[in-house]
């Protein structure tokens, strides 16, 4: 079986799960940045990994799994809310529906650490807004700041496992 690990990244979070996921597949297996991935055509299984930008996967992510069709797909992303969030599961529902003719054999979810400088701009609106500052706001950004951590690696690993057998 042909195994590609296909991911976008834009601060590294999404990167970091990818290169465990694809530590833990069979030698053989392919790891790329969509900006150079090889056209998913070769492949039987594609791990196809974004990051959660606007309630779904991120535009890159989204151009390259446009070029999907017929595979299967075991979908993997980091997003800054909590994973097991209402929010994980509409935005990993969201991007399994990117990819209609595909079957989506699985998906994982992480946290992962939110772009300071969007962390500034969310300070700056008012506290009413959703995406304003609040209590409860600000735990959630504190509590991204460490993830993906070692714990996120090694689910993301078991769950490879999972999904190859
Ligand atoms: C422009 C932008 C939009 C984002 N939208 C969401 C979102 O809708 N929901 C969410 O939980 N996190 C959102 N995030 C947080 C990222 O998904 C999260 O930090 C992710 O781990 C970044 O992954 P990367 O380091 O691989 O780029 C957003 C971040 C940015 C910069």
């Not at 979908?75 to 969030?85: E, I, N, Q, V």
């Not at 003719?101 to 300071?116: E, L, N, R, S, Y």
């Amino acid at each position: 079986m042909n195994i590609a690990v296909i991911y976008s990244s834009k601060t590294g979070n999404t990167r970091k799960v990818a290169e465990a996921i694809h530590s833990s597949l069979p030698d053989g297996a392919i790891l790329h940045d969509v900006t150079n991935a090889p056209t998913p055509t070769d492949y039987d299984l594609i791990f196809m990994g974004f990051w959660v930008d606007k309630g779904t996967a991120n535009l890159e992510a989204q151009e390259y799994m446009k070029q999907l069709n017929g595979q299967r797909v075991a979908l993997f992303a980091t997003l800054g809310a909590y994973p097991d969030s209402d929010h994980a599961k509409q935005c990993l529902t969201n991007a399994a529906d990117l990819v209609p003719t595909c079957t989506v054999v699985d998906t994982f979810i992480c946290q992962g650490a939110i772009d300071p400088k969007l962390i500034e701009w969310m300070k700056t609106l008012p506290a009413n807004d959703p995406h304003g500052p609040n209590d409860d706001r600000r735990k959630l950004w504190a509590d991204a700041e460490s993830h993906p951590d070692e714990m996120d690696l090694a689910r993301a690993t078991n769950w490879v496992l999972q999904v190859s057998q």
